[in-house]
């Protein structure tokens, strides 16, 4: 497929491109680029400040008999937007920069100029002494004569708080040892640990010494809840049978003792050998609570009555 729109032109066999007729421009001619204004500035005619960042159609040109490293440096030429006025400035490849030339002055000279001068003076200086050897001698001395006040009055300061405190600091920096502190912090832990272990009583579940202890609640049951049957009244004759002044004495009739009902309360964990005890222990218990005590008390009483006779 054929290009749309064809680059390359046609030559003919016999052309010659020295017979082409050559145009005679100016060996230094201006030409007009599109760019933005490099530093803030302001104009001197007007006073308008012009920011940087501002874009402007400018004209070029190269400076003639001034290059930097075998760099051509270019000048361009701009009017203020409102006076109209033409305002000049060329670069500066030397410092990466742009340099002001005529119809405006740039803001914020103060630090640069004050930076580009601070550099002058040291590089005057550093030549002066690689130059004149003398110079380099009393600089040397200078230096030490500084060094020797700054150590004398460090060594005053020293003394001043030596005198003001009587802390020895070369024999605390002496004493201080992060490896031994470190060496003694677990030393005295691990004896802590001891002394508590020590003080600590084990005791065996296997030894015969561990007792539960229950609570015990103690209610007492009236007679009449009871119900027991009348009690059996005793001849005189078969108590008193040796005392012969017994028989002006009142029958005696002999009651039960009230019924005393122990409820224990059911430890938190009972182990196995006192949960097998609780049971033993409550099975008399509820045998004697499921029969009225009265009939054991009669037959008690029967039993006596008939040894008597």
């Known amino acids: 497929m054929s290009e749309r729109k064809v680059l390359n032109k046609y030559y003919p066999p016999d052309f010659d491109p ?18 933005m204004a490099p530093f803030n500035m302001r104009c001197k005619t007007c006073g308008e ?7 402007f159609n400018a004209r070029k040109e190269d400076v003639e008999n001034e290059t930097y490293l075998g760099i051509r440096i270019y000048r361009f030429y701009i009017k203020c937007t409102r006076c ?3 305002i000049s400035f060329k670069t500066d490849p030397q410092n990466t920069d742009y340099e002001i030339e005529a119809g ?15 550099r002058r003076e ?12 003398m110079k380099l001698l009393e600089n040397r001395t200078q230096q030490s004569r500084n060094e020797i006040e700054m150590l004398e009055s460090l060594e005053e300061l020293r003394d001043l708080n030596r005198r003001q405190q009587t802390v020895d600091y070369s024999t605390m920096l002496e004493q201080y040892n992060p490896a031994e502190t470190e060496r ?13 272990v020590k003080s600590v009583n084990f005791k065996s579940k296997t030894e ?9 609640i103690i209610e007492e049951v009236k007679e009449e809840d009871i119900n027991p049957p009348a009690a059996k009244v005793v001849k005189p004759t078969s108590l008193s049978a040796g005392n012969n002044n017994s028989s002006t004495a009142p029958p005696i009739v002999k009651r039960k003792t009230p019924l005393v009902l122990v409820r224990p309360k059911a430890p938190p964990a009972p182990s196995a050998a006192a949960s097998t005890s609780s049971v033993a222990v409550a099975a008399p218990t509820s045998s004697a609570t499921s029969k009225p005590a ?16």
């Open 104 to 118: 405006a002055t740039r803001n914020f000279m103060a630090l640069k100029l004050a930076e580009e001068q601070a």
């Open 122 to 133: 040291e590089r005057e200086a550093r030549e002066e002494e690689a130059n004149n050897p």
């Open 184 to 196: 003694e912090r677990l030393d005295r832990e691990e004896r802590e640990d001891e002394a508590f």
């Open 18 to 35: 020295s017979k082409i007729p050559r145009m005679k421009l100016a060996k230094n001619r201006q030409y007009t680029v599109r760019l």
């Open 208 to 216: 015969g010494s561990t007792r539960i202890v229950t609570e015990e």
């Open 49 to 55: 400040y012009i920011y940087k960042g501002k874009k």
């Open 294 to 309: 009265g009939l054991s008390l009669l037959a008690a009483y029967s039993d006596s009555s008939e040894d008597s006779n």
């Open 84 to 86: 109209l006025q033409e």
